[in-house]
């Protein structure tokens, strides 16, 4: 089950950053709260952490959540939905994630061809599980008119297999 929840969030980490590629002449809709600019820096020891997904899960169940990906200064700008520039007040669970996808495996076809499966290769997360999940991190952010930039530092480098 643990691998499951770990796929998911890798997923999740891949979907986001095709989505915040794309973030212009979009259409707001009716029901979208009044955005707030807001940036979060994310060091790793004290270094930029470069090209992370950050994402904030509202606390409070409401619908729009926001992420992006951290430039080479560790800094994000947040975007509602992957579209919207800002983020609505209130407070958040914050995810940070960095992933690398290893080589295939070898013998894809022939794997392919005798089970059904092809085999999928070893994924790494260069930041600690704990903050790449919405149920186990620690970070948190209330954003107001007043509070909305952040910086966190998700600890030692790392380079963890995700377990399947």
């Given at each position: 089950m643990t691998s499951l929840i770990h796929f998911r969030h890798f997923s999740l980490a891949v979907f986001a950053a095709c989505t915040f590629a794309g973030c212009s002449n979009t259409k707001y809709p009716n029901d979208l709260p009044?955005?707030?600019?807001?940036?979060?820096?994310?060091?790793?020891?004290?270094?930029p952490l470069a090209n992370a997904n950050v994402f904030l899960i509202p606390a409070d169940g409401i619908k729009w959540n926001a992420g992006?990906?951290?430039?080479?200064?560790?800094?994000?700008v947040l975007y509602t939905?992957?579209?919207?520039?800002?983020?609505?007040?209130?407070?958040?669970?914050?995810?940070?994630?960095?992933?690398?996808i290893g080589p295939e495996k070898p013998n894809g076809e022939a794997t392919l061809a005798k089970t059904g499966n092809f085999?999928?290769?070893?994924?790494?997360?260069?930041?600690?599980?704990?903050?790449?999940?919405?149920?186990?991190?620690?970070?948190?952010?209330?954003?107001?008119?007043k509070n909305r930039s952040f910086h966190f530092d998700v600890g030692s480098p790392v380079h963890i297999l995700i377990p399947k």
């Amino acid at each position: 089950m643990t691998s499951l929840i770990h796929f998911r969030h890798f997923s999740l980490a891949v979907f986001a950053a095709c989505t915040f590629a794309g973030c212009s002449n979009t259409k707001y809709p009716n029901d979208l709260p009044k955005l707030h600019s807001c940036t979060i820096t994310i060091t790793q020891e004290n270094v930029p952490l470069a090209n992370a997904n950050v994402f904030l899960i509202p606390a409070d169940g409401i619908k729009w959540n926001a992420g992006g990906t951290t430039d080479s200064g560790g800094k994000v700008v947040l975007y509602t939905h992957g579209k919207y520039k800002g983020v609505p007040l209130g407070t958040y669970k914050v995810t940070v994630n960095k992933y690398e996808i290893g080589p295939e495996k070898p013998n894809g076809e022939a794997t392919l061809a005798k089970t059904g499966n092809f085999p999928v290769p070893d994924a790494f997360s260069f930041v600690d599980l704990q903050y790449t999940a919405q149920n186990k991190t620690p970070l948190e952010v209330t954003v107001t008119k007043k509070n909305r930039s952040f910086h966190f530092d998700v600890g030692s480098p790392v380079h963890i297999l995700i377990p399947k």
